[in-house]
């Protein structure tokens, strides 16, 4: 694994081992999306490289995930062949109490709940500062949408208390496209008091392909500390 003094990268580092550490040979794995899960897919790799770890098959949440998976030479599979996953390791912007998410940051939302709810052990990875009383109080709320529907839905969200912004990616260039070549809209909601029923009433929402908030999911949440005061190596 390539060494770094961040404490940030180190903490990323330290989780998404931790995560990947719990993979058993003979093992289907659903690989997330983002920086923290990145390293998990880097261990797995690792793992399979030094032969403590063999017959593993990976499914990727994003092409990003796709990539990383082929750089460090996991064997990747899709869901048309084959009908369960063991364990699926993944990030989040937000986590609560009763271990549910927001996700979404990386705009990889929609795949990624298809291959998380569907893996027997969903193991999150996360930093403490993720950790919430109420979702959405630090993180806005990401809606994946097809093109036509942006106007309409944004109405609709806003008829449901949230205030949605189109999402722009670097230097405002261009609206963010997802791997569906969708658009995502981000809410923000003053208060999301019951996440089971705002995941259902938005997916209802024509034109929504799935948003952000995972309900019921997650199995086990691990949390990364970071520590300012390592010794630098
Ligand atoms: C991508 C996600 C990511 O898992 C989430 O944004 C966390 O990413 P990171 O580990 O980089 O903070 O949901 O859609």
Do not use: W
């Amino acid at each position: 694994m390539t060494v770094n003094v961040d404490p940030v990268v180190i903490m990323k580092q330290e989780v998404g081992k931790a995560a990947a550490s719990r993979v058993k040979s003979d093992s289907i794995v659903g690989l997330g999306t983002g920086s923290t899960t990145a390293y998990a897919i880097e261990y797995l790799g690792e793992r399979l490289r030094k032969g403590e770890l063999k017959n593993i098959v990976g499914i990727p949440t994003s092409f990003q995930a796709e990539v990383l998976a082929k750089k460090y030479r996991i064997p990747l599979t899709s869901l048309d062949t084959v009908d369960r996953i063991d364990i699926a390791i993944d990030g989040a912007d937000e986590v609560d109490p009763n271990k549910n998410l927001i996700k979404g940051g990386g705009a990889a939302h929609t795949r990624e709940k298809v291959v998380d709810s569907l893996a027997d052990l969903f193991i999150v990875v996360v930093d403490s500062g993720k950790l919430v009383d109420k979702l959405g109080s630090t993180f806005l709320l990401p809606v994946e949408v097809i093109p036509m529907a942006v106007a309409p839905v944004m109405r609709s969200l806003e008829k449901l208390g949230g205030k949605p912004e189109l999402r722009m990616g670097v230097k405002k260039a261009g609206p963010v496209v997802t791997d569906q070549g969708n658009l995502v809209i981000d809410v923000k909601f003053d208060r999301i008091d019951d996440p089971a029923c705002l995941e259902k009433t938005i997916n209802n929402i024509p034109g929504v392909l799935e948003n952000g908030l995972f309900i019921g999911v997650a199995d086990i949440i691990l949390v990364g500390e970071i520590k300012e005061d390592r010794p630098l190596v």
